[in-house]
């Protein structure tokens, strides 16, 4: 269909053909080029830490951070059951067992005082991630974390740029995360990053990125690690996103807004939490949730999809995921609002390339078929 409208479609300017074109009339294509570190040092500085890593992508990012704290057999960590597969993958590889919450009802993120019930004398790390656009209560966590003495991860793919109680998301706990995916708010096509205040925790991810070389050897190995190496291409196209970060997060407030205002009396959906009292939504994507509690968002998405309206669904939640069932994990594990959300949660178009027009149709097809 030529007038499909996509879920989301990233925009790439001129800058960021100017910089790539940078990259293959000098030959600097691989990660050795300038470009790395310069997005390492600027992205970091952005997000008010000290020291960033460029990584292959976020489940990289995440693999970095969780190997990086030497968590493993034994060591348990706390993660919201409502999130990407990847979040409990890395812990599960490295031995580690991950420890599920349920969400919240209205925000959709873990809930803090379920983390503080979910601690036994195994915790040994929390992984708070953000969802679609508003982040996890962080006070409690910490809090929580300093009196435990436990680890933080902080997943903030879904919230480049955004910030809780003014300070931003990614300054938070001892290690924080990002993902440049195209749908993220600055994409490398593929991409991630590690920032920590940690020196030594920055020079284990460079490291463990970087098949675990060693300095004065450079093919001897007391440790193995992983090529999870970032390009100075997709360095490049990051660079050039950054500079523009202010005007997208600007625009991801308008698709939002747009939304909350036309289904202001749908009935129907619940609609995403605009603000609360530590953060403001960024609307990474625009989600809604059927009311009704017999509904299926599938059976929506199928409706929008003839229509011509790209949709995803929400988040499967960790506990439920097939993969994990012969593992011996999540064994009576109750989260009846992640079931639920993901049930009846759906995402609409909110891709920085929707104009007007394509979002008035969405908005109509949705009041129509919602």
Known sequence: MSDFIPVNEPVIGEREKELVLECLNTGWISSEGPFVSQFEEAF???VGRKHGVA??????????????????????VILPTFTIISCAAVIVRAGAIPVVV?????????????????????????????????????????????????????????????TYKGRPCGSFGHISTFSFYPNKHITTGE??????????????????????????????????GWNYRMTNLQAALGLAQLERLEQTLIRKREIGLAYQQAFMNLESIQRPVDTTSYADNLYWVYGILLKDSQASAKTLMQKLALAGI???????????????????LFQDVEAPVAEEIARRGLYLPSG?????????RVIEELIVHG
């Open 310 to 328: 790209g949709t995803r669904p929400f988040f499967f939640p960790i506990h439920l995921q097939p993969v994990f069932s012969g593992m011996t």
């Open 44 to 46: 970091s500085r952005r």
């Open 352 to 360: 920085l390339a929707l104009n007007a027009l394509q979002q008035s």
């Open 191 to 224: 991409g991630g990053m590690v920032v920590t205040d940690d020196p030594a925790l920055a020079e284990r991810c460079r490291s463990l990125r970087n098949l675990c070389f060693q300095p004065k050897q450079r093919f001897v190995h007391e440790e193995l």
């Open 55 to 76: 990584c292959a992508n976020g489940t990289a990012a995440l693999e970095l951070a969780v190997n990086a704290l030497r968590l493993g057999p034994g060591d348990e």
């Open 102 to 162: 349920d969400a919240d009802p209205d925000t959709w993120n873990m809930v803090p005082e379920l983390v503080a019930a979910a601690i036994t004398p195994r915790t040994a790390a929390i992984m708070v991630v953000h969802i679609y656009g508003l982040p996890v209560d962080m006070d409690p966590i910490l809090e929580l974390a300093d009196r435990r003495q436990l680890a933080v991860i902080e997943d903030a793919a879904e919230l480049i740029g955004g």
